[in-house]
């Protein structure tokens, strides 16, 4: 393992995606808890090992590794990516996006599989779509990524709710990969965003309490919320983890933001040591880096 230094916001960002996922997963469904977690350990629902990733960051390498080999976002690439990392783990994803795959799997056509998902469940509005898209912020410019990060949110959910959470952040870390301030970042979010309800929530952000749930406004709001409000990166993700509920989720949209503003000299190296698939998540950030529009 080789460790990088200097701002490198675009590798930060994902690495430190990674990380608030690794430090979530073993209070993933937990409540929240006096005890303050600070280091990576083993556990939670699927006993995972110390500094072992989840879903959250299998569907963000599949997203930076489609952009990377398509130099463009391609839909028909990134479902058969997404699908392969499905298969692999699928006890990992979320319920939303199990059905979906399931039903492509038994050869549903994708977008009539994300119909069938919002009927059958009664909506849609599950953050799977929200953690993934971050790789959509390092490759695109703002003006460009919110509409891009609709279309990947509708690859499996049809609710166009979680799709505006992701295009707000996404946003965030486009402008803050690129040098913007994390205010300015918030503000361009803010002015861009078309959803009146994720617009009074994230847009609002000081006036809710961090709810850590599966529902993409609240978890987006959590971890907009642990990043608006840390001094450092740590404390960052750490305030994000620490909620409890979908802990490896909203760390790792957390994580994402915090990556994006402080790169990667901010991430304590004892974290890096820890995290599975470092160095691939490098390559692949660097790799969205090189074809990425400045």
């Not at 039903?103 to 599950?126: D, E, Y």
């Not at 001094?231 to 305030?239: D, E, Q, V």
Request: contains cysteine; charged residues 20%; proline residues 5%.
């Amino acid at each position: 393992m080789t460790f990088i230094s200097g701002k490198l916001r675009h590798v930060g960002s994902l690495i430190s995606l990674a990380i608030g996922d690794a430090l979530g997963a073993p209070l993933e469904g937990s409540l929240q808890s006096e005890a303050w977690v600070t280091e990576m350990r083993p556990g939670g629902r699927h006993f995972r090992k110390k500094g072992a990733i989840t879903d959250d960051t299998l569907q963000a390498m599949a997203v930076a590794e489609s952009l990377a080999y398509c130099k463009e976002f391609n839909q028909k690439d990134l479902i058969s990516r997404l699908f392969s990392g499905y298969e692999k783990r699928p006890e990992w994803y979320g319920p939303t996006s199990s059905l979906f795959f399931d039903l492509v799997k038994n050869g549903t056509l994708p977008h009539h599989a994300a119909w069938l998902v919002h009927q059958r469940r009664g909506g849609s509005r599950t953050n799977g779509c929200v953690m993934r898209g971050f790789p959509l912020g390092i490759f695109y410019p703002a003006p460009e990524v919110y509409a891009i990060s609709l279309a990947c949110s509708r690859l499996t959910h049809y609710d166009p709710v979680g799709g505006h959470c992701s295009a707000f952040l996404n946003v965030m870390v486009s402008d803050m990969v690129r040098g913007m301030s994390r205010s300015r970042a918030f503000r361009h979010a803010r002015s861009l965003c078309t959803d009146p309800e994720v617009h009074a929530v994230l847009g609002n952000y000081p006036g809710h309490a961090p709810n850590p749930s599966l529902d993409a406004v609240l978890c987006s709001h959590a971890a907009l919320s642990c990043f608006m409000n840390a001094r450092t990166l740590k404390g960052a993700i750490l305030s994000a983890i620490n909620l409890g509920g979908d802990a490896d989720t909203v760390g790792a949209c957390c994580g994402a933001l915090a990556g994006a503003y402080w790169g990667m000299d901010a991430i304590p190296k004892r974290w890096c040591a820890d995290l599975e698939n470092y160095d691939e998540l490098v390559r692949f950030a660097d790799q969205l880096w090189q074809f990425a529009e400045q």
